[in-house]
């Protein structure tokens, strides 16, 4: 039986409750009344803030690997720079005609290009600190989650794209879902349609 029948069970069962109590104790039924909406009340604001967190957690994740990234392609490009100042260095300096002029100069951009490689490291080391102090808490923050929804995601997707799979008791079910069209209120309503309302 899906969450939303045993959901839907719990509520006609209330609903039986509810008139029941009315029939006989109506003080009851108003303090019955209060904690159900009490409980709905939380159940909405949990939900919305563990939709806030997933979100921010997977832009961090997406920001910092891109910096990682962009910072290795910007290391190769003035590797390979280095590189061939080197070979264009030590060709010139083969040559018995070439000028002191031009070999200081050479030797100032190949310093430049060292100078410029050291800078790289220097920020791609401040990247990767400041990665390896937010990523593991986005894991922790993420594994939070699996252990509350029950849903493992795949990170590698298209933006628009959300999918994963929910392990349920008793089956594992994808998600496939195109945010481009459908709405947000849609959207979460199905996801936390897998969460179970036990815990």
């Not at 990234?69 to 490009?77: F, I, S, T, V, W």
């Amino acid at each position: 039986m899906s969450l939303s029948h045993k959901f839907q069970d719990v509520e006609e069962n209330g609903e039986m409750l509810v008139a029941f109590i009315n029939s006989s104790q109506p003080e009851k039924l108003r303090e019955v009344k209060v904690e159900r909406q009490a409980l709905v009340d939380r159940h909405l604001e949990t939900k919305k803030t563990v939709t806030q967190i997933l979100k921010d957690v997977a832009q961090i994740e997406e920001r910092a690997g891109q910096r990682l990234l962009n910072m290795e392609e910007q290391k190769q490009h003035r590797q390979k720079e280095l590189e061939d100042l080197e070979e264009q260095l030590q060709r010139c300096t083969a040559k018995s005609q070439i000028t002191d002029s031009e070999i200081q100069f050479l030797q100032t951009e190949l310093e430049s290009v060292r100078n410029t490689e050291r800078e790289l490291e220097t920020l791609q080391n401040e990247v990767h600190e400041d990665t390896t102090e937010v990523i593991p808490s986005a894991v922790y923050v993420a594994q939070v989650y699996y252990l509350i929804t029950k849903i493992k995601w795949e990170y590698d997707m298209q933006p628009n794209i959300l999918k994963g799979v929910h392990y349920g008791p008793d089956l594992a079910t994808p998600i496939n879902i195109d945010t481009s069209v459908r709405s947000r209120s849609d959207i979460s309503d199905q996801l936390w349609d897998f969460v179970s309302t036990e815990w």
